[in-house]
């Protein structure tokens, strides 16, 4: 029955999708297969020196039927898991982050424990948007400039940041993965990478704006970052595209072939040992270590891993050369590309595959000559959908293959019934929960769902709790009404986003590395002919040296330290702060900004230095939601050293206050428009807030009873966006002052009195 509900399931789905634009052969779920029934036997001592029967049940009988492919799929899913890789969790109980055109965030939380990370984008100059995606790991693999040649974007992933490489050492397991599942997860970093790829598509599929295709999605690296794209492949059937190259034992290799071409003195004259594998790095399972001396007794091998990737596009790049093709035993990686492919013809898509070996010399160089077509084509077929897949039959560009009677002792079953494609869930549909924003709190499900769904037509009660110091507002997406709890009915694929809004300023800074404990988060760019050292020390962040710019359309921003991945919410007010001083008077201007075209800034400070260290604060309402703000300090503008520490932002909580010098100061009444506010400081400062009536310039004075000019700021305002400034011009003397303001012609004055 279960296997007929899939069948039925997946053919509709057949039916709808027509070829070339709308072609699919990926999923709309991580795992097709999660709700087949799997029993793993209680052991595995069964030596079998030819390569298991990819189409052998676990009960002993075969599959007839193209729909019967998705459980057996399932059995070598959960053999790999037990067996190779490790267990690869299900989706976390939140995931959240934010997609921009330089990078993607990814936050993720599960058994009150949390992580994140964070990976580049480079966008391709022609397309429109949703645009596909290659993720490449560790910058290797399909060359990145093919791909986005293609107008498909390229997402540089660095797969150590999720699972880190510690040598040999398993008691020293790290990373993100590891943070949220424990050090002692018996998963290797093949599956932490591959579970960081899946978490990267989550975030794409929840992002509003839709920049990227989430059914467009490709993996690509090479080495042991080759392995990596292999395990995320199999192990998530909504990638499209799978391409390693040269990912040697623990990638395509079959495990019994590299065994038996290992060097048996134990050099490095022969292929690398599954043994040796295991060793290097935790890239395989802990429960690896049974089989690696005798992977005759492996229940499975990497035939049926490529397998696992069917029917969705895979191109397999290869070595031949003596450099690299030994050690990576290339025999062994086209033998489990050619027993693999044998599932991609029983399955009628066999033109979906492709194996490639070249001669070139080098390790993981690019052969355009060979590769460029046969990547152009795929990305064609399997992320554009503009080139119909077609043909019966895998195609292998190779030297001569290796004897496969050697392997093979299993015949390939004429399969009848149609398999279906673009997805399809067996156990019912996912309900995605994140929180806007992010740090106001989580979401819970009730019941919790069963491998990462719930069946159809299930009631799941989703709960907001609020963190400390923010409340509940109300629910979006799937979900509404203001209570904490709601009532969600699964019939479909849901989202729900709880809605969340601050009691009290916030502790948490939004800028990361902001005391400068080192230089990562930050970077110094230069344009224009200007030129600087960034340096660290102490604490502070010293940009020395400073050449400034020059030739045409040079200015202070063409020297500039900046950070972005800021996430900041529409409606929110924000507190930045910082310490500041220069080798000598001078100027630096400060951006809250957008991160790229048109830069349209929320906070815009020209700010005055000196060499006695002073502190700055700023604050400002967002008029919009941007998950990708930057803050930017710019330096062309003079040439002394400027040293910076203790950069800050929170959010500030509406309607209450906000303390500056050791005084409250009430921000009651900027809410109405164009209502100027001035309230002196314990410290002697003057703190002012207004509601811009404009969009443009706003200039804002502050005078003595007398008329005289004491400091003058300008900032870039959003209509009817609220802003608030200090001025702090050393400490006034006791009286009356006059602040002013400008906006687009319309003046406003509020006078203040400096008090004993």
Same mark, same amino acid.
């Given at each position: 029955?279960?296997?007929?509900?899939?069948?039925?399931?997946?053919?509709?789905?057949?039916?709808?999708?027509?070829?070339?634009?709308?072609?699919?052969?990926?999923?709309?779920?991580?795992?097709?297969? &999660?709700?087949?029934?799997? $029993?793993?036997?209680?052991?595995?001592?069964?030596?079998?020196?030819?390569?298991?029967?990819?189409?052998?049940?676990?009960?002993?009988?075969?599959?007839?039927?193209?729909?019967?492919?998705?459980?057996?799929?399932?059995?070598?899913?959960?053999?790999?898991?037990?067996t190779v890789y490790g267990e690869k969790p299900p989706k976390p109980a939140s995931v959240t982050g934010t997609v921009s055109r330089t990078s993607i965030s990814v936050n993720v939380a599960e058994g009150g424990r949390s992580g994140s990370f964070s990976?580049?984008?480079?966008?391709?100059?022609?397309?429109?948007?949703?645009?596909?995606?290659?993720?490449?790991?560790?910058?290797?693999?399909?060359?990145?400039?093919?791909? $986005?040649?293609?107008?498909?974007?390229?997402?540089?992933?660095?797969?150590?940041?999720?699972?880190?490489?510690?040598?040999?050492?398993?008691?020293?397991?790290?990373?993100?993965f590891y943070t949220v599942y424990g050090s002692n997860h018996k998963a290797g970093t093949l599956v932490a990478w591959a579970w960081g790829v899946s978490r990267i598509i989550d975030v794409i599929e929840a992002d509003p704006n839709k920049l990227l295709d989430p059914t467009a999605i490709g993996v690509t690296g090479c080495s042991r970052y080759g392995k990596g794209p292999l395990a995320a492949g199999a192990l998530d059937q909504r990638i499209a595209l799978t391409m390693p190259m040269e990912s040697g034992t623990g990638g395509t290799n079959i495990m019994r072939g590299a065994y038996a071409d290992r060097d048996q003195s134990g050099g490095s004259n022969g292929a690398q040992s599954p043994s040796s594998a295991y060793n290097e790095q935790p890239w395989l399972g802990d429960d690896f270590s049974a089989f690696m001396n005798n992977p005759n007794n492996l229940p499975v091998d990497m035939h049926e891993v490529v397998a696992m990737v069917a029917p969705r596009g895979f191109l397999v790049l290869d070595k031949t050369a003596a450099s690299a093709g030994q050690w990576l035993n290339i025999p062994s990686s086209h033998a489990s590309v050619l027993a693999g492919a044998e599932v991609y013809k029983a399955?009628?898509?066999?033109?979906?595959?492709?194996?490639?070996?070249?001669?070139?010399?080098?390790?993981?160089?690019?052969?355009?000559?060979?590769?460029?077509?046969?990547?152009?084509?795929?990305?064609?077929?399997?992320?554009?959908? $503009?080139?119909?897949?077609d043909g019966a039959e895998p195609l292998f560009t190779a030297t001569a293959p290796p004897n496969m009677s050697n392997w093979i002792n299993w015949t390939t079953p004429a399969l009848s019934g149609d398999l279906g494609v673009g997805g399809g869930t067996v156990s019912g549909f996912t309900l995605a929960s994140s929180s806007s924003p992010a740090m106001g709190g989580t979401v819970n499900r009730t019941p919790p769902p069963d491998n990462g769904r719930y069946d159809e037509g299930a009631e799941v009660t989703v709960t907001a709790v609020a963190a400390d110091g923010w409340r509940f507002?109300?629910?979006?997406?799937?979900?509404?009404?203001?209570?904490?709890? &709601?009532?969600?009915?699964?019939?479909k694929n849901k989202s729900v986003i709880a809605k969340f809004s601050p009691t009290a300023d916030g502790t948490e800074n939004l800028i990361k590395n902001g005391?400068?404990?080192?230089?990562?988060?930050?970077?110094?760019?230069?344009?224009?002919?200007?030129?600087?050292?960034f340096a660290v020390s102490g604490g502070n962040a010293n940009i020395t040296g400073i050449t400034m710019p020059s030739g045409t359309d040079a200015a202070a921003h063409s020297l500039q330290l900046v950070q972005n991945g800021i996430?900041?919410?529409?409606?929110?007010?924000?507190?930045?702060?910082?310490?500041?001083? &220069?080798?000598?008077?001078?100027?630096?201007?400060?951006?809250?900004?957008?991160?790229?075209?048109?830069?349209?800034?929320?906070?815009?400070?020209?700010?005055?230095?000196?060499?006695?260290?002073?502190s700055f604060t700023y604050e400002f309402e967002m008029a919009a939601t941007d998950d990708n703000a930057r803050i930017a300090f710019n330096f062309g503008g003079a040439v002394p050293n400027v040293s910076l520490s203790n950069v800050k932002l929170i959010y500030i909580a509406s309607g209450s206050t906000s303390v500056q010098g050791g005084r409250n100061v009430s921000s009651a009444g900027i809410k109405r428009p164009s209502a100027l506010r001035a309230m002196p400081l314990s410290n002697g400062a003057v703190n002012v807030a207004f509601r811009a009536s404009n969009t443009g310039v706003t200039t804002i004075r502050l005078y003595d009873v007398k008329g005289k000019l004491i400091s003058s700021e300008k900032l870039?305002?959003?209509?009817?966006?609220?802003?608030?400034? $200090?001025?702090?011009?050393?400490?006034?003397?006791?009286?009356?002052?006059?602040?002013?303001?400008?906006?687009?012609?319309?003046?406003?004055?509020?006078?203040?009195?400096?008090?004993k």
């Open positions: 029955m279960l296997t007929k509900r899939l069948v039925a399931a997946m053919a509709v789905l057949a039916v709808s999708l027509p070829v070339l634009a709308q072609q699919r052969f990926n999923s709309e779920v991580e795992n097709v297969g &999660a709700g087949c029934p799997v $029993t793993l036997p209680g052991s595995f001592t069964t030596a079998n020196a030819r390569l298991p029967d990819p189409f052998l049940r676990l009960d002993g009988t075969r599959i007839a039927d193209r729909g019967d492919w998705w459980c057996r799929r399932q059995e070598i899913l959960k053999l790999v898991e037990r990976v580049t984008v480079s966008m391709p100059s022609t397309g429109t948007a949703p645009y596909p995606a290659v993720i490449r790991y560790g910058n290797s693999g399909a060359d990145a400039s093919v791909i $986005t040649g293609q107008g498909v974007a390229v997402i540089n992933y660095t797969p150590t940041t999720v699972g880190a490489e510690s040598g040999g050492n398993r008691s020293n397991k790290s990373g993100v399955l009628g898509v066999g033109g979906n595959l492709q194996y490639i070996n070249t001669p070139t010399a080098s390790h993981c160089a690019w052969d355009a000559s060979v590769y460029n077509s046969r990547v152009q084509d795929f990305i064609q077929k399997f992320l554009l959908r $503009t080139t119909p897949a507002d109300g629910w979006d997406g799937d979900a509404a009404g203001a209570s904490v709890s &709601a009532t969600v009915t699964m019939d005391n400068f404990a080192n230089t990562q988060n930050w970077t110094l760019n230069t344009w224009q002919s200007s030129a600087a050292t996430p900041l919410t529409q409606g929110m007010r924000y507190r930045l702060t910082f310490d500041a001083s &220069a080798a000598a008077a001078r100027g630096i201007s400060v951006y809250m900004q957008m991160d790229g075209a048109p830069y349209t800034s929320y906070l815009t400070k020209e700010v005055n230095l000196a060499a006695d260290r002073a870039q305002t959003v209509s009817g966006a609220n802003y608030s400034h $200090t001025f702090n011009p050393g400490r006034l003397p006791n009286g009356v002052y006059v602040v002013g303001i400008r906006n687009n012609g319309k003046v406003e004055q509020a006078r203040v009195v400096v008090p």
